[in-house]
DNA sequence: ACCGATCTTGACAACGTTGTCTTCGAGGAT
DNA sequence: ATCCTCGAAGACAACGTTGTCAAGATCGGT
């Protein structure tokens, strides 16, 4: 910048001026600045510029748990778009179910500066972020809850969905439901698993050890899983998979066998109408999900100092997939 | 800083000692000043710290087209592992195929003063990115080929990829095949097309608009435009498509009329094995791509000033599918 | 011709860190 | 005892920018 103000005849500070389009900077000494910046090819230090004029990077940080998972890639992108109109940018970051990487990764941004943060929490405790809130940072948790400390969060109805699938399952005569998820540690996974518990014990099928299978990381192990169900003396007459990558290995396992089990999916995904199986599925809008997260920081951004709100999202019941031919 | 200085009753500079673990500090001084940022709540200002010690944010960028895309989504995550290998932090964004867009984010991304710059291009014209490279930020191009500028690049063999489908479909007796695109304006798209011709043409089968469809953006487009292609007096025996959407509305299509058109689709994809119809995709390994493309972003970030190079890595022929029940 | 208001420009300090250099003192070799 | 070296700590400037303030120019109104 210096070197733009002396090739053209002018002080540093015009040259900031012109540079971040202030007014009251005389025509011809724009031109002249102007040109010496191209001539240079000048760019201005963003750092710089954020160190010295408070404490904006005009950054917002999101930690997930896996960037290539699609369910975080929609909310990345929907995230991205958001920040985008705001003329910031988006540091990423995957957590991978990692409480103490989630931490690390997290006061990485932090020490950033970044403008606000959304977060997927992977830990329980996300109290080490209060000082950063108290010093100006807002967070905003988003998918799930988060742990000690009172933040605006954005939920999916995971619980509700779930009764209202398991509900459908139950009014068509089922009782024999097996169970598969991936982790019981996820809050999420969790919820579901309640909100079936909430319709199935009044419904005269109390939980049942040998029907919930948990730690189904993969289509794969879903299969087998199915298989392993299946062949029990008194098999499940349906099957309620609680996130879609489980719900792939179920589908493959049934359409093998030939079966005719009936499928709850919690989670919809893009090939469904590709399925050459019947599913309903819990679908849910994640663009909305991440929409009203994003756009809650923002607020909170631009000074909003309201209590914490949490605002839950509702699902949906979908019939998808097509019956084998 | 210098409040937790005054704190530990030490100068500033030792407190920057400690916090960045340097050696030659006495050991009683180092818990003191731990405690005093303990107790102050401390959180060192990165912005501040890569002003003073040189140029370097440890952030890398990275430009796509679209985040939500698995395609991207799956370079993106890979990406961010190894970026995260090098403690460092990974700026996303999306330029959505948009030329302007793309350019105004790289150079947002450099006054940022990333370390390095990965990009997927949308434009073909990456001249003003020349100051830049000069002035020592690295860029990688991946998927694509830059315009206008000697860079690293990382792609695939798509000709090589479409000549080889082709080649099967053509040695299968097929003749009249409809070719599906998103848009010849895409490098990639071209290459695939050409790689077709590449065989057709030879056999006997020259360029025919007729059976050349472009501007398909989604799954239904590609669906009507099966439908329209079949509906013609001397239809297509058999389809290749030219990315994975795209394929979707083709198989949509062909298992509603019961065809037994055969079928290649560019781009393998995850739900592959639920599909009931049969299928050959031409696949790749897009970690593969991301891997390599960041590894040589960081070698040049270490000081690699050898000559740029291009690695196209190769593609392969998968039959995906079920036979429709 | 004079005054105040407004516009234009620049000098200077400051943002929070770290690189460089200096100072001071202890320890070892002669 | 003297000299040299080395370790420990701090003073100070600098990174590239912008906020603050002051100075000078211009202008309209009296």
Redesign the pocket.
């Known amino acids: ?2 070197d ?2 002396n090739r053209a ?9 012109v ?2 389009n ?9 031109e002249r600045v102007l040109a010496a910046v191209a001539e240079l090819g ?14 904006a990077s005009a950054t917002i940080g999101l930690l997930i748990e896996e960037i290539a998972n699609p369910f975080y890639a929609t909310i990345a992108g929907t995230a991205a778009e958001v920040v985008r109109q705001h003329d910031m940018m988006l540091i990423i970051a995957s957590s991978e179910e990692d409480p103490a990487r989630e931490r690390q990764l997290l006061r990485d941004m932090c ?1 950033r500066r970044v403008d606000g943060l959304l977060v997927v929490p992977a830990g329980y405790d996300h109290s080490f972020l209060r000082t950063e809130v108290e010093l100006g940072t807002p967070v905003v948790f988003l998918d799930r809850p988060a742990g000690g400390l009172a933040a605006d969060t954005v939920l999916l109805d995971n619980r509700g969905g779930a009764r209202a699938g398991v509900r459908r399952l139950v009014e068509a005569g089922h009782r024999r439901i097996g169970i598969l998820l991936d982790s019981v540690g996820i809050h999420t996974m969790r919820e579901r698993l309640d909100g079936a518990y909430d319709v199935l014990a009044p419904a005269g099928a109390p939980y049942d050890t040998r029907l919930v299978r948990d730690g189904i990381r993969d289509p794969a192990a879903a299969a087998r899983t199915v298989a392993d169900l299946l062949d029990r003396p008194d098999p499940p007459t349906a099957f309620f998979s609680l996130n879609n990558r489980i719900t792939v290995g179920v589908i493959e396992e049934l359409c093998r066998r030939g079966s005719d089990a009936a499928l709850l999916g919690f989670d919809d995904f893009d090939l469904a109408r590709l399925v050459p199986y019947p599913l309903t599925v819990i679908a849910y809008d994640t663009h909305e999900l991440a929409r009203v997260a994003t756009e809650l920081l923002f607020r909170r951004i631009e000074g909003d100092r309201s209590l914490p709100r949490t605002v839950v999202l509702p699902t949906e019941l979908v019939a998808r997939g097509a019956p084998p031919r």
């Open positions: 910048m210096v733009v103000a005849g002018v002080s540093l500070k015009t040259v900031s001026r540079v971040n202030e007014p009251n900077v005389q025509p011809d000494l724009i000048f760019r201005r230090n963003h750092l710089a510029s954020s160190l010295r004029s408070g404490q020490a």
